[in-house]
């Protein structure tokens, strides 16, 4: 029930500092049986990783991920899992000069109101660092739903300031540094970061992530609905500023005639719902979008105050992602995954996994369009 | 843990259907000498309340709250707070029509699909009738927030369909039907209502909620984020889509030296974090926004399917609200007061009621423009 | 997760005063599809209810429990279920000379201390009138474990001062106002009892439960242990003073030749663990044993202290309890059941309802008798 | 929520099993600003390390605990303290041959039922080895509380199969290798032990602790009472059997006027209470004893089956303790400190850290005896 535990019956709770020793996590609750090894952790912590292209900042951290308990000959006891990753490139160094300074739009001044105290290297706690261990725990949630229920969970950039993707080529995403679907935006997208990381500026980004194969009747009304669910696990990502399901916003400007997606025997005829009705899991696929907002890391002079209350003049010497946004969707996805795992076994506690009375209807709405 | 339990600390569990014999929540770990009398709950019941004018629900429900238990000699005393609401207006026959069938964009499908059984009178537990005991509810927080730490938490229409207001006035908002807060889009918003009706179409909306006064120190990072909680609880009202914190959505296309908000001793220069930073409270105002989608029941048939998979017409006899959004703003401020009340005291679990090393500075943004 | 909610996924959160208007209880978590009305919960209610013989309290409470919501056509549907009692035979003036004394071995001065405040009619929420919601709630949980897994839970009084029980009948259990499994200890209970009424003191008493028929794998390791989970819920029934599982407190000088349980392909030799290995049901039957102290509601003087401080005597002229074990076993049983109900749940969110790999053997050791 | 998180607001997550690499835990809650050093964990982790005297499991492990996070310059943060404990002294050999067998009295059995599947290595996760993370994380709930309410936890070796303390010597309880409190009959527990471990038998033994300093107040009624707490926190120790808080099980027996603890202006005349009434602490010394069974780890045979429910032989070849309760005192004190610690944060979320309205009255009973 800490705010360092995400779940309720499959639980993640998390560890760990930026500059600290190291990053851990104890995923509970995770079925026996699961075949798991650290290779399976591995690859989303590399998508993740930092370092790989000159667009994300230049920490060299290899994040590999051990595994303490709750695996013993290759598969999943039952037992808690213990996750450990060692910082490595730490550089502290890079963060005396901010020790005394609110960073403007960075969690500094909370932390020091809140706590009365706190470890001003690189963010500490608030650092996006600590995603690394979502993203890990994620894996494990990903690869039981995929196994079990057949859920494919993906995600792509869908915005990054001015420029977005035109079309939507699964196949494309992870061709490119940035996880845009659309070969024909790579060039711009080049283009568009190097001319910002020699500006010192910043950008926003949005992110959408589809799970596709859900099962009918997930989610918990009235308060867990699946949405709401969603909801707080990507605003709970640095940097959310927003977060849609289905048609989001633009459901403001619509009429119920063009919104409610109408059913046939055939299946449901769009997807403004984004896959979730009363809170409850439709079958269709389940779309959701965050905003992400540009980092407040720049080399370029903002004002704020110190310590003492004195304005002064803040420059962010160190490493920094101009956009958060270009390696964020491995962790929209772990939290898609997280959510969906934790109701999958909330919705069988009461529900048993019994098939639903009628076969469930397909989807004739094309995949994450409505969020494109 | 369950999910009819919202909260940790001031936690609010609720029970009831549309068209049971009544709804009631428990509300517990609310502070002992807290004045309190039906009357506290009974404002904000009023506001929310159907049936008030011709642009809601014709339903009419006195929605008298009575208190039975935790209130002793006019204060509150620590324990368990009982509320119950009879339903008075049930009308079961306006339903019987649909028994068999799935209202496209409701919850009829998921339900039956998730439990295998359902109550198909007038949503059952899945209408938004069940929002009556979150307005009560609330209403004890945000007396006990008001009092305690002089929060004040307000809520406004900030968009019907086309219609936007132009201006924040906060005196207006309470002076007509629409919680519109520019008394020069009223006859607009009547006109649009007017002929929605009579076109048996409904609509989406955009409601903004604003709780001024926030103490800096609120949240809980990392998963329990303020704004991920308030995430949380605003997406899982009915209808919901989306939510946003201060720039949203907005944020895709900023540059960091335009969205971080700089500092200075006098205070914050911006407000594009809508008041929470690393996910606890600035000191700023929290702004919030959510879209509502057009609500499904509509007198226009629509193609669905119905309990044997076969297609079948639906036409929504019963009375309905052509734009949910118009009742929603006391809903939405309920489920924020929650929020707030209950990281007040997760906050003071950890950390007491001590004030920050340096005081905290003022926000220099006006109220709500940023999400206006 | 409040004080006045028990169990993580069958939950119970229950509200109510000795002397408010009325209890109340929101079940939440059952499955859908059980058979229910209120008649299956007065059952339990009538074996608990006040007046029913000279040997306890002569307040006079129907205990007419109503459900309010979560059963459709008289099954549940998965939602919360509602559950009510008015309080009908108050008399408060009964408590009005207890108003500014602390009663020696009460709640009222720690209720005080704690909140600052205290309703003192008749105990307020410390009253054991509470239990009604426990037993009425409990009956649900019973219910379900009867009908899905053959579960049977029955109680009865091992201990009265010096009087116990020589011989185990379980058909006698109801036959007589004490819960005695014993027909030749009814007479000696009848006069220890006139007598101590006579005194005008009370005693202690011991009360046995036994869950036969619960399958081997219930409990969730390790501090969830499924012995941890009973100790909570029987150490939280008001007067309970010991918990004992299995030889309890005869293990301290047992050696491990004799008490650990021998098991043979035809099944255990014996019941020492009370049905509970490292925490998890091992298929013999689940045997707890709890000591409640005497009521110290006595019409004897005791010495006491008032709200200022200064010495008092106190007399309790009210109705009381002379030893309330006496009507305790269905409330134990109703505990028992909620906390094998919510592991039954917990079990199969992680582990589905699967058969166990081998076929779980059966227990030669006779019901009971190790706590008997 | 899971079975591995202990607490509510200072939670502690363990993972581990007896064989694998590490042990570790999360610690989330903990208020900012405790000095806090692996020094102060370390001095509890020696006391219940194995291998200092001939009576305890010869296994060897330095038990040396790191702090991964939480802590900076020395003081915590308020973010989760993260634990390591590296496994040194394994020997997976010694345990190969039980593989296919289930140990009576050990969770062998419940655990491959359960998950279909186990760490049979020393009993894997159900391994009391496992304890030694409690015993850290409450190292620091003891430093705060002792700091901050000067509260004091302290327990001894209340009995050893036929052998009990006759005295009270706090002094003495560290100078030999039980905890025993009585210098007299030091002699005849090493003599005891000595005859039973050539015995090859195991025996059972009692353990009692002591909460002195405890504020009026903690306590959540009416599921989370303290003593109810204390109860899941004792049973969820491994090899226990029964709790009793106060009088215990002696309340059955007694009379009202006798258990009723009077109070007068100079304070409680007895405790028969053991410091908790109504479920919140009185301000007097908080008692609770539990019962440990005897070891099932023998050198003499025993009857059991194997996976494939043959009747087989069993003999424990491997290292362990004759007595499990020699080693029990600092978990029994840890376990104790975290629920005091998590009340203590429970309490003053809802009525902050005031005074109570009067002052506490003081406790005239001598401390501990009442269960000594």
Redesign the interface.
Known sequence: ??????G??F?V?????SH?????A?V??????LALSEMDLQADLDRRRPGKSRHTTQRREPDEV?I???V?EG?T??????L?IENVDQRSKDYGNIKDQ?R????D???????????YRGG???SAR?TAMRVAAGAIAKKYLRERYGVMIRGYLA?L??IRPLKLVWDEVGNNPFFCPDPDQIVALEQFMDALRKSG??????VTVVASGVP??????????L??????????I?A??????????????????????????AGF?SN???GV???????QDIVASI????????H?P????N?????VTVVTKGRHDPCVGIRATPIVEAMLALVLMDHA??????????R??????PSLAPSGESAG
Not at 20 to 24: D, H, S, T, V, Y
Not at 253 to 261: F, I, K, P, V
Not at 356 to 361: E, H, N
Request: net charge neutral; glycine share 18%; charged share 20%.
């Open positions: 029930m800490s705010g360092n535990t995400f309720k019956l639980t709770t998390t560890f760990g500092e600290g020793p190291a990053l851990g104890i509970d609750g995770c079925p026996p049986g051990r303490l308990s709750g013993f598969k006891t039952g037992t808690p899992i213990g450990l609110f403007p739009g960075h969690a001044y909370t932390y020091q109101q809140k706590y009365g105290f706190r470890d500490g706690r608030s600590e915005q300031g001015p500026d910043s950008i926003g980004a949005r009918v009747g997930w989610g918990e009304p009235v308060f867990d609905r949405d709401a669910d969603i909801a707080h696990a990507l605003m709970g640095n959310v500023k927003g977060v849609e399901i289905g048609a989001g916003f633009a459901s403001v400007e619509q009429r119920g005639t063009e919104h409610r997606d109408e059913m046939t025997p005829l403004n719902a984004g009705l009363g809170g409850i899991s439709s079958g905003a992400l907002k540009p980092t407040s890391s720049l370029l903002g004002r704020t105050i310590l003492h209350g004195e304005p076994l909330r919705h069988r506690a009461q529900n048993l996994d019994v639903p009375g009628m076969p469930p209807i």
